[in-house]
C-alpha cells in the first residue's frame, strides 16, 4: 500500500508536465502567427527549443492530433491543423449517447444549448436573407411534408434546412458549431426513435408543420413568432427525451 502512493504521484505530475508541454506548443504557434495549414518546426527544433525528449514531445503532438490543433502528414511534416470542431462534435455525441443511460441529463443540456443558440439568432437571419434563400427553404419545407405523407424520414433534409436558415449570417464560427450540435443531437435522436431500418419515425407530420410555420413566419418577417416556433420544435426534442429517460 505504501508503494501506490509514489506511483500515484508520479503519474499526477506526468500527466501535468504533459498539459503545460502542450500549452508551450500552443503557445508557440499563437506568438509566431502561425496561421491553419502553416507548418509546425521540426521536431528537432521543437525538442531544443522546448527543452523536452522526443518522446516526450511526441506524447504532446498526440494530444494536440487529437484536440484538432495539429495535424500530421506524413512524410511533410506537422501543421497547424484547419479549423474543425470534430474533436468537440466526437466529444459530445459520445457524452449524449452515454448519458441516455443515465437519464439523458447531459442530452438535455445539449438540445437545450442548440435551442438557445437558433431562437437567439433566427432574428439576426431573417435580417439579412433574400427572396432566393426563402424560396430554397420553402422548397425544403415541402419535401419534408412529402416525405411525411408517405412516411419516409427526412433527417437530411431537416439539416439542410437548419444549415441554410443561418448561412445568410455567414458567421464560419456559428456554421460549425450547428454542424456540431446537429451531430449530436441525430446520434441522440436516433437513439430514441427509430424504426426497423434505423431513421427517426415519430413525429414527422408534426415536425415538417412547424418547419413550414418556420419558414411563414419569417417571409412575414415576425421575429417574435419566428422564436416561438423555434422553441417549440426544440420543446418537442426534449419532451421525447424525457419521455425516453422515463423508459429506461
Given at each position: 500500500?505504501?508503494?501506490?502512493?509514489?506511483?500515484?504521484?508520479?503519474?499526477?505530475?506526468?500527466?501535468?508536465r504533459?498539459?503545460?508541454l502542450?500549452?508551450?506548443?500552443?503557445?508557440?504557434?499563437?506568438?509566431?502567427?502561425?496561421?491553419a495549414?502553416?507548418?509546425?518546426?521540426?521536431e528537432?527544433?521543437?525538442t531544443?527549443?522546448?527543452?523536452?525528449?522526443?518522446?516526450?514531445?511526441?506524447?504532446?503532438?498526440?494530444?494536440?492530433?487529437?484536440?484538432?490543433?495539429?495535424?500530421?502528414?506524413?512524410?511533410?511534416g506537422?501543421?497547424?491543423a484547419?479549423?474543425?470542431?470534430?474533436?468537440?462534435?466526437?466529444?459530445?455525441t459520445?457524452?449524449?449517447?452515454?448519458?441516455?443511460?443515465?437519464?439523458?441529463?447531459?442530452a438535455?443540456e445539449?438540445v437545450?444549448?442548440?435551442?438557445a443558440?437558433?431562437?437567439?439568432?433566427?432574428?439576426?437571419?431573417?435580417?439579412?436573407?433574400?427572396?432566393?434563400?426563402?424560396?430554397?427553404?420553402?422548397?425544403?419545407a415541402?419535401?419534408?411534408?412529402?416525405?411525411?405523407?408517405?412516411?419516409?424520414?427526412?433527417?437530411?433534409?431537416?439539416?439542410?434546412?437548419?444549415r441554410?436558415l443561418?448561412s445568410?449570417?455567414?458567421?464560419?464560427l456559428l456554421?460549425?458549431?450547428?454542424?456540431?450540435?446537429?451531430?449530436?443531437y441525430?446520434?441522440?435522436?436516433?437513439?430514441?426513435d427509430?424504426?426497423?431500418?434505423?431513421?427517426?419515425?415519430?413525429?414527422?407530420?408534426?415536425?415538417?408543420?412547424?418547419?413550414?410555420?418556420?419558414?411563414?413566419?419569417?417571409?412575414?418577417?415576425?421575429?417574435?413568432?419566428?422564436?416561438?416556433?423555434?422553441?417549440?420544435?426544440?420543446?418537442?426534442?426534449?419532451?421525447?427525451?424525457?419521455?425516453?429517460?422515463?423508459?429506461?
Open positions: 500500500m505504501a508503494m501506490t502512493a509514489p506511483a500515484r504521484h508520479v503519474r499526477l505530475g506526468a500527466q501535468e504533459l498539459r503545460a502542450t500549452s508551450d506548443i500552443m503557445d508557440l504557434i499563437i506568438d509566431r502567427g502561425l496561421r495549414g502553416d507548418s509546425l518546426p521540426t528537432n527544433i521543437l531544443e527549443e522546448l527543452g523536452v525528449g522526443r518522446n516526450t514531445l511526441r506524447e504532446a503532438i498526440k494530444v494536440l492530433q487529437a484536440l484538432g490543433v495539429v495535424e500530421i502528414r506524413h512524410g511533410f506537422m501543421f497547424v484547419s479549423n474543425n470542431l470534430v474533436a468537440l462534435a466526437d466529444s459530445l459520445f457524452r449524449g449517447r452515454m448519458s441516455l443511460r443515465h437519464k439523458g441529463h447531459e438535455h445539449l437545450e444549448v442548440r435551442q443558440l437558433e431562437a437567439g439568432l433566427i432574428g439576426s437571419a431573417i435580417d439579412v436573407l433574400d427572396e432566393e434563400q426563402l424560396r430554397e427553404l420553402e422548397a425544403l415541402v419535401t419534408m411534408e412529402e416525405r411525411a405523407a408517405g412516411g419516409q424520414s427526412f433527417v437530411e433534409v431537416d439539416q439542410e434546412f437548419h441554410l443561418f445568410c449570417l455567414e458567421n464560419e456554421t460549425n458549431l450547428l454542424g456540431v450540435f446537429w451531430q449530436v441525430r446520434t441522440i435522436h436516433e437513439a430514441i427509430t424504426g426497423d431500418d434505423g431513421n427517426p419515425i415519430a413525429g414527422l407530420a408534426e415536425t415538417a408543420k412547424i418547419h413550414r410555420d418556420i419558414v411563414e413566419s419569417v417571409r412575414i418577417k415576425d421575429k417574435a413568432l419566428a422564436a416561438e416556433l423555434m422553441h417549440r420544435h426544440f420543446d418537442g426534442i426534449r419532451s421525447q427525451l424525457t419521455e425516453f429517460a422515463l423508459e429506461a
